[in-house]
């Protein structure tokens, strides 16, 4: 196994939130489908945060 370093922004109005929930459009979940059809791997992402429902999400920081 190996971790990985995501820094992600996205614009939030067509998601439910960032939390994975099976009948709802959500960041984690369709992240993690994008990386399952580039690696072929499940992967299971963790957040140092999260958002609501239509809430976006801009790195602020130059440092990561």
Same mark, same amino acid.
Do not use: C
């Given at each position: ?5 995501? !820094?992600? &922004?996205?614009? #939030?109005? /067509? @998601?439910?939130?960032? *939390?994975? *929930? ?5 960041? *984690? #979940?369709? =992240? &993690?489908?994008?990386?399952? =059809?580039?690696? #072929? &791997? &499940?992967?299971?992402?963790? %957040?140092?945060?999260?958002? /609501? %429902? #239509? !809430? ?7 440092? @990561?």
């Amino acid at each position: 196994m190996r971790n990985i370093k995501l !820094v992600i &922004e996205y614009d #939030g109005k /067509d @998601f439910n939130g960032w *939390q994975k *929930q099976p009948t709802k459009l959500n960041i *984690q #979940g369709t =992240i &993690e489908q994008a990386i399952k =059809i580039v690696t #072929g &791997e &499940e992967t299971d992402l963790m %957040a140092s945060g999260r958002t /609501d %429902a #239509g !809430v976006h999400a801009m790195r602020t920081s130059s440092k @990561f």
